[in-house]
């Protein structure tokens, strides 16, 4: 089953702080996005990451890819509240030209 | 920039009646797709596209189907709307070979069926 997996599904942190959010999915994987959805908003693409060990940062944000562990993670530094929204991971699975979602984070970041 | 423009923000509708949502795109992509968007299950693939006239099942296809008829057009079709379709709908377009740039998304659809 192709299975996409993010954790925490709710994160609530202060602004200065660090965090992870995780992205975990079953099977052999050709590439992973990153999206970010404000609340009533489409999504908007972050990163892409298609190789093991794949690094990208934006600002406050990094991704970075372990095709080995089958897992991605997005590294959020010294959080401002800007940066609150909802982040979903999606991969495109090996052979396949669709997109699988994880069930996304709604981060919260607090003054 | 690619736009990916969906025809309506917010549908009510009524259980039973026949839905089309439309989704247009400016920028000659091969893939078209929708997706379902719900709390807690993220986004669920209904149907996509690789081609003109060509469809393809997603995960959730049941109660729904699709046309497309031009390249640009992708349509989204509740035979007939049952109240657990209530959802966020988003449509999304990519290259044959999206590798580099991704899949860009419309503005999504609210549709509420009474």
């Known amino acids: 089953e192709l299975k996409v997996e993010q954790n925490p599904l709710f994160l609530s942190m202060q602004e200065g702080k660090n965090y992870t959010i995780y992205c975990n999915y079953s099977?052999?994987?050709?590439?992973l996005y990153w999206y970010r959805q404000d609340p009533g908003k489409s999504l908007e693409s972050l990163f892409v990451l298609l190789s093991n060990g794949a690094v990208k940062q934006e600002g406050r944000l990094m991704a970075s890819l372990d095709t080995k562990a089958r897992l991605s993670t997005l590294h959020i530094t010294a959080a401002v509240h800007d940066l609150s929204a909802t982040y979903f991971c999606?991969?495109?699975?090996?052979?396949?030209?669709?997109?699988?979602f994880g069930q996304g984070t709604r981060l919260t970041i607090n003054p | 920039d690619v736009k990916v423009t969906q025809s309506s923000r917010y549908l009510v509708k009524r259980t039973g009646e026949k839905v089309f949502l439309e989704c247009v795109q400016d920028?000659?992509?091969?893939?078209m797709f929708w997706y379902r968007q719900d709390p807690g299950l993220g986004l669920r693939l209904i149907y996509f596209?690789?081609?003109?006239?060509?469809?393809e099942k997603g995960d959730i296809p049941e109660g729904y189907s699709v046309s497309r008829e031009k390249k640009e057009r992708f349509s989204l079709i509740l035979e007939s709307a049952s109240t657990n379709q209530t959802s966020m709908y988003l449509c999304a377009s990519s290259l044959l070979d999206g590798l580099d740039y991704g899949y860009t998304f419309g503005s999504g659809t609210r549709l509420t069926v009474v």
């Open positions: 099977t052999t994987s050709d590439r």
């Open positions: 596209s690789y081609d003109v006239k060509m469809k």
């Open positions: 920028m000659d992509h091969e893939n």
């Open positions: 999606a991969v495109v699975f090996q052979g396949a030209q669709k997109l699988v």
